[in-house]
């Protein structure tokens, strides 16, 4: 069940994915793409380089592609482009968007700096494809506003340091209550796939690990 609920979502490394449904092909955070489809709907979640990556983008874009994102990145792209900030509900090509907040509250780059400050209002998204309510979110912690959401299936980081550690996105799946959680935020180079694994342990919601998909 869990297996075909995910069947269209596709885990292209670390943030990464590709999600197909209602007759379009949709990215969120392409980065370092070997190939794939040319994209209808890109979705950036902040700007920075391993989540916007202009040369990912340019490799997926056509000349209708629309791209959803934060003014920050914004800045760093061209083409169509929505800028939102949290908060913000949206449709594009028929998909609804909601980007809700992403940001840490115990992952730091030096004493009372975080690597994702609320402040600089990164984003995650909840977008609805084939009637199922996706989360990707984003560059986050555990944080209070993931408690209130309503979603299928989450897409949730395990790899600690700059995210949640597995322990603590098994807390925010538990508290999410998804039909499925996808682990992710690991690969190519960051964290160990064995942070997917520790996170399937400790969940009381079905998990599904992707596998690694380079593009195709």
């Not at 494809?129 to 989450?154: C, N, W």
């Not at 998804?178 to 998990?207: C, N, W, Y």
């Amino acid at each position: 069940m869990t297996k075909q609920l995910v069947s269209n979502i596709h885990w292209l490394g670390h943030d990464s994915f590709r999600i197909e449904g209602d007759g379009l092909v949709i990215y969120v955070d392409p980065w370092q793409l070997e190939d794939g489809p040319q994209a209808d709907l890109i979705l950036i979640t902040h700007d920075h380089h391993d989540h916007c990556s202009p040369p990912d983008v340019a490799r997926i874009q056509k000349e209708d592609s629309v791209i959803v994102t934060i003014a920050a990145a914004a800045a760093k792209l061209t083409g169509q482009i929505e800028v939102v900030q949290p908060g913000d509900e949206l449709t594009v090509k028929g998909i609804p968007i909601q980007a809700v907040p992403a940001y840490n509250v115990n992952k730091f780059r030096s004493p009372g700096q975080p690597f994702h400050p609320k402040g600089s209002g990164h984003v995650g998204f909840i977008l609805t494809v084939k009637g199922q309510r996706i989360y990707h979110t984003g560059d986050s912690d555990f944080i209070p506003e993931m408690e209130s959401l309503d979603v299928d299936i989450a897409l949730l980081p395990v790899s600690g340091t700059y995210v949640m550690t597995a322990d603590e996105a098994a807390e925010a799946a538990n508290a999410i209550k998804p039909q499925v959680a996808i682990p992710m935020h690991v690969g190519r180079s960051i964290g160990s796939l064995a942070d997917t694994e520790h996170f399937k342990e400790k969940t009381t919601v079905a998990v599904e690990i992707l596998p690694f998909e380079k593009g195709e």
